[in-house]
């Protein structure tokens, strides 16, 4: 057979690699920056009391970026130079592939340019409005079109296990983004969610999962399945078990979202639904973890002088540790100490840190001595590298379970005669105070280890000489008619054709995500309507579009769960009716501060009007950020008409024509809430204060909204428990 | 697009049956996998375990690396 003449693109793999751990060391700064304003919060105010520093803003950042800039690139760089080689063809359109770059990087700079600065959507790691979705779908396209058309011009006739899982990847995270983003933009920089609730909560944790498990973790899997056998110079070791973890994986992931729920407003049954296929997710994970370790069988003597083994060793050991531990945590049980707290920060960590990370700094060290035709600069420094990186794990891992632990048991104590042991919230933050201080400590450790990592690989780069086209022969086989002995096996024939095969797996991936999607759809009928909550007034949307600005869903929930201690220290649960009008809903899932669903008519409106500004003068011992910046800065009513009109779209009933009124409604608002706040000031600040003045130029100032939305958050339901003293549920169907 | 199909669905009876239908899809078609697996031929199991290796190219360069 003739015998062809091609060369691989090595350009592109450069480009990302170099994306990869420049947004990697920006993405881990930045993390680092929030672990530290949680260690060190009383220097952050008073040094960097910035608002687009606080804690609120830039936690999306880290999490996006590390996500998204640091992971995606590693992703691209993977794939970019496993799928040539696997199909012995370049790169259909090199054209696409620098469009992909390119435009993947421009996305990362919007983010950095939005997120800072509050304009956000709030869906956890989803956060970027809608424009940038839209950027985001279309280079998602031209990489899956790329890959696609390479995959067509190959010049081997099987799909080697990587490339299904790279398949796999592509199409679930085009569902998964285009159904979590379907949203209605107001301006240029605000939309809102379709969904609303309990909808918009199942659909962003349906996303938020399997962004987890379609992001992080297959297209990793995919790029396991090749460089662990390359750097252990053996094939991997069981093919069958490789066929039997992507499909049993991809068919399980996709229905575990609403593990992230549980005790929540969720249907029962959905819930259910998550702990079963989340339990059963423990079966493929953990045979992939095996299939991989087991590759390096008859070789670990390797493993203790090539670093880049030891990095994939431990990459799959964390593996196997955080696949372990989420069926665990989607317990009801287990998931009752571990939500809101620490525990989750932990757990993901051990996955993004380890899995992602360790890889990632493997494949990189395996990659640049290719690239660049030479030896790696250092191997001592790569090997100081792993031990600061693994030892950086540990001490961000062990002291947030320590966190964890200690702040949910803290929660759930009662004393003797039945009250809470510890009935401040603060108390139970100020305890993990030491706990925040090694967690930073690991995570500079880990970020100073991957500083190293790209010294090496410059220096490496600088040493070598660079191979932008590497040559390679080999005979077009895609077509070949070679006699094959033994019976055909059926997998075989979807492995060789690759439109089939996008099919299968799309239909296997949609029956887990439709089982999901259509109970959203007609949630209608699940959500009890409750006859006295209705839409928010003006100013409180304006408020509540405030509070998704600040990001205060990073640190504060909505969502009291139906637990004898949630509901001793905060009041009556939360009902899935009392979220119907809630685009986009705010349940969080952290809680470094208190849940708020009960918040309104708590305190006086004064009490938020000094909290807000010096919080820790009104709780002593607060780590929440001081939002000065909120009492100067002035509420920007010229979008609340179109705010009015796009929630009538949306379904949440005001009047016809109320856009009209709303902002005279919204001042009208504005000014009791100012005129209580300066009623309320000492004396000695009033004697010689223009009270009227003061009024008319506080009614105008961003926090005053957010006062009246804080007021408003679970009263609905109060005024109701007086009217009617039971529970007055009603189904309106 | 979305209220269209919500109107259509909100009609159907027993829509918990969904979740146990494709349980059912799930194991019938993982157990059929299994099958096919366990009867694949060992020759057809190296050639494709083998895949990352036939590189000739780059197994000369990696010499000049270890």
């Not at chain 1, 105010?45 to 970026?65: C, D, K, M, Q, V």
């Not at chain 1, 058309?149 to 285009?178: P, S």
């Not at chain 1, 990189?364 to 100081?384: D, E, G, I, T």
């Not at chain 1, 042991?421 to 925040?436: G, H, I, Q, R, S």
Request: charged residues 20%; neutral net charge.
């Amino acid at each position: 057979m003739e015998v062809q003449k091609f060369s691989y693109d090595n350009t592109i793999v450069r480009n990302f690699a170099y994306a990869t751990v420049i947004w990697g060391i920006i993405g881990m700064l930045v993390g680092l920056t929030a672990a530290l304003q949680l260690a060190f919060p009383e220097f952050f105010n008073e040094y960097l009391g910035f608002s687009f520093l606080s804690f609120g803003r830039i936690r999306p950042l880290h999490t996006n970026a590390v996500i998204f800039a640091f992971v995606g690139n590693g992703i691209f760089m993977g794939v970019y130079y496993s799928l040539q080689r696997l199909l012995k063809t370049r790169m259909w359109s090199d054209k696409l592939s620098n469009i992909n770059f390119w435009g993947w990087q421009f996305i990362i700079v919007c983010a950095v340019l939005t997120l800072p600065f509050g304009i956000t959507t709030s869906k956890e790691y989803a956060e970027l409005e809608w424009w940038i979705d839209i950027l985001i779908a279309v280079m998602w396209v031209v990489w899956g079109l790329n890959m696609f058309m390479t995959i067509l011009n190959r010049r081997v006739k099987h799909m080697y296990v990587a490339i299904w899982f790279y398949i796999a990847t592509f199409v679930t995270v085009a569902i998964l983004h285009i159904f979590n983003s379907f949203e209605l933009p107001v301006s240029f920089f605000k939309s809102y969610s379709w969904y609303a609730g309990v909808q918009d909560a199942l659909v962003q944790w349906w996303y938020g999962h399997n962004a987890v498990a379609f992001f992080l973790t297959t297209p990793y899997l995919g790029l396991m399945y090749y460089f662990v056998p390359k750097a252990a110079n053996r094939p991997v070791y069981s093919y069958r078990l490789s066929i039997i973890h992507f499909w049993a994986l991809i068919f399980l992931y996709i229905w575990a979202g609403p593990h992230h729920l549980l005790y929540t407003s969720l249907p029962d049954w959905a819930q259910s639904l998550g702990v079963v296929f989340s339990v059963m997710l423990i079966a493929p994970s953990w045979g992939g973890m095996l299939n991989g370790l087991l590759t390096l069988r008859g070789a670990w003597d390797r493993v203790r002088d090539d670093v880049m083994l030891k990095f994939m060793v431990v990459a799959l050991t964390c593996y196997g540790m955080a696949t372990f531990e989420g069926p665990l945590l989607s317990l009801k049980m287990v998931n009752t100490l571990s939500h809101f707290t620490d525990w989750t920060v932990a757990h993901v960590h051990v996955g993004g840190l380890g899995w992602n990370g360790m890889l990632t700094f493997g494949m990189l060290y395996w990659l640049f001595p290719r690239l660049f035709r030479v030896k790696l600069y250092s191997k001592k420094m790569a090997n100081q590298h792993f031990w600061i990186a693994t030892l950086g794990i540990i001490l961000y891992a062990v002291p947030m379970y320590i966190a964890g632990f200690v702040q949910g048991l803290m929660w759930q104590e009662f004393n003797a005669d039945g009250t809470l042991a510890n009935p401040e919230f603060l108390k139970t933050v100020t305890a993990l105070e030491p706990y925040y201080i090694l967690r930073s400590l690991g995570g500079l450790l880990f970020i100073t280890g991957t500083v190293m990592m790209f010294y090496n690989l410059i220096k490496t780069a600088k040493s070598g000489n660079f191979l932008a086209n590497e040559e390679a022969e080999a005979p077009n086989m895609r077509d070949a008619n070679v006699k094959e002995t033994g019976k055909h096996f059926w997998h075989r024939a979807i492995e060789k054709k690759p439109a089939r095969f996008m099919i299968v797996s799309l239909i296997v991936v949609a029956i887990g995500g439709l089982v999901e999607i259509i109970p959203t759809m007609i949630v209608d009928s699940n959500v009890p309507t409750i006859a006295s909550v209705k839409p928010y007034t003006p100013l409180e949307l304006e408020g509540r579009d405030l509070y998704v600005k600040e990001g205060c869903y990073n640190c504060h929930s909505q969502m009291i769960r139906p637990l004898r201690f949630e509901t001793a220290r905060y009041g009556e649960y939360s009902k899935s009716g009392e979220f119907v009008y809630d685009h986009p809903f705010q349940w969080g899932s952290k809680r470094t501060g208190p849940d708020l669903a009960r918040e309104g008519g708590k305190r006086n409106n004064s009490w938020h009007y000094d909290h807000m500004i010096r919080p820790k003068d009104i709780s002593p011992g607060s780590i929440m950020p001081a939002y000065s910046w909120m009492a100067e800065n002035d509420l920007d009513l010229s979008y609340l008409p179109a705010k009015i009109r796009a929630m009538q779209t949306l379904g949440v009933p005001y009047e016809e024509g109320y856009d009209k009124l709303a902002t005279e409604d919204a001042i009208k608002q504005a000014r009791e809430i100012a005129t209580d706040i300066v009623n309320n000031f000492p004396e000695e600040v009033t004697k010689n204060l223009d009270i009227n003045a003061k009024i008319e130029e506080m009614k105008s100032k961003e926090i005053i909204a957010l006062i009246a939305y804080l007021q408003r958050l679970g009263v609905d339901i109060k005024g109701e428990a007086k009217e009617a003293d039971t529970s007055n549920e009603t189904e309106e169907n | 697009m979305l209220r269209y199909i919500k109107h259509n669905l909100t009609g159907i009876e027993d829509v918990a049956i969904y979740p146990i239908f494709s349980l059912l899809i799930f194991f019938i078609f993982f157990f059929v996998v299994i099958a096919f697996v366990v009867r694949m031929k060992k020759p057809e199991i190296d050639m494709l375990s083998a895949i990352p290796f036939d590189d000739a190219v780059e197994e000369e360069t990696k010499h000049n690396l270890d």
